[in-house]
């Protein structure tokens, strides 16, 4: 069955980097629109980043400059590279898959993670 696991989560200080990822099984990447959301304390889970079948990326507002979104097709994993970090991106990072090209909002994902924390604390 379909199966995802994040990881590569932590704490670093404002400034710093992270490279989540996500390892998919039971289907391939290549073939699903693929997404990182995000949710921090007390807020709704937002998307991030997407990542279409025809291998272009989205990215939700300025994240663009800080934040990109790749994959490996051999591994059939899933990357998140966040430069930059601020505090305001403290969050649970949620990797998601949909067979649907150009899935963005949360409720189109049928294939969820369980989540990586990603603290930026000074």
């Known amino acids: 069955q379909v199966q995802l696991v994040e990881s590569g989560g932590g704490s670093v200080q404002p400034g710093g980097s992270l490279r989540l990822s996500c390892a998919a099984s039971g289907f391939k990447l290549w073939q699903y629109t693929m997404g990182w959301f995000r949710q921090a304390p007390g807020k709704e889970r937002d998307g991030a980043a997407f990542l279409d079948t025809d291998g272009s990326s989205t990215y939700a507002g300025s994240l663009k400059d800080r934040f990109t979104i790749s994959k490996d097709n051999v591994k059939n994993i899933l990357y998140l590279q966040m430069n930059s970090l601020k505090p305001e991106d403290t969050a649970i990072y949620y990797c998601?898959?949909?067979?649907?090209?150009?899935?963005?909002?949360?409720?189109?994902?049928?294939?969820w993670g369980q989540g990586t924390q990603v603290t930026v604390s000074s």
């Open positions: 998601a898959a949909d067979p649907q090209y150009g899935a963005r909002r949360s409720r189109d994902f049928d294939y």
